[in-house]
């Protein structure tokens, strides 16, 4: 099973001076994705927050574990908060003064480290198939480098374009 998401453009603003680092420690991206949605992700590893993935997940037990999500995904039909996994959405008819519903989403509990490595064992055993495709893996990977000619020029860059560089 594959899916995939891809940006038609990506635009990016960094900052390398709050931490004084060699790399960004700061920025915030604005994405298009193919189908017309927009998708904003702002970034800071200079702020005192607890909305990063390795405080909110609990995955590692060095990070004092925060009862917060570090990524909220909104649509028409819903919105996702994660890892806290709550699902919002209207139960009947939408609307400004309409209430919300809010649901748990279940996870299985599982070390994701852990879990990895037993998959790309069973992957390289052929007993399981990849869980993202070639295609999608590359997909990231035009995105990612979009963003940073983004970052680089100051100008919109469509992935698809550094996809077929590439090709």
Excluded at 16 to 38: C, H, M, N, S
Aim: glycine share 10%.
């Amino acid at each position: 099973m594959t899916s995939t998401i891809c940006a038609s453009s990506a635009a990016r603003y960094q900052r390398f001076k709050a931490r004084g680092f060699a790399g960004e420690d700061t920025g915030g991206l604005l994405l298009k994705f193919a189908g017309g949605a927009i998708g904003t992700v702002t970034l800071s590893d200079a702020t005192p927050a607890p909305w990063s993935w390795e405080l909110s997940s609990g995955e590692n037990a060095a990070y004092p574990k925060q009862d917060q999500p570090c990524y909220l995904f909104a649509g028409t039909k819903g919105s996702l908060s994660v890892p806290t996994m709550e699902l919002w959405s209207y139960p009947g008819e939408g609307g400004w003064y309409a209430p919300l519903s809010r649901a748990a989403v279940e996870v299985p509990s599982a070390d994701p480290l852990v879990e990895q490595l037993r998959h790309f064992c069973a992957v390289i055993a052929r007993s399981e198939i990849p869980l993202i495709s070639v295609e999608d893996a590359m997909g990231t990977l035009a995105v990612v480098e979009a963003v940073r000619e983004a970052a680089l020029t100051g100008a919109r860059v469509s992935p698809g374009r550094i996809m077929e560089k590439a090709a």
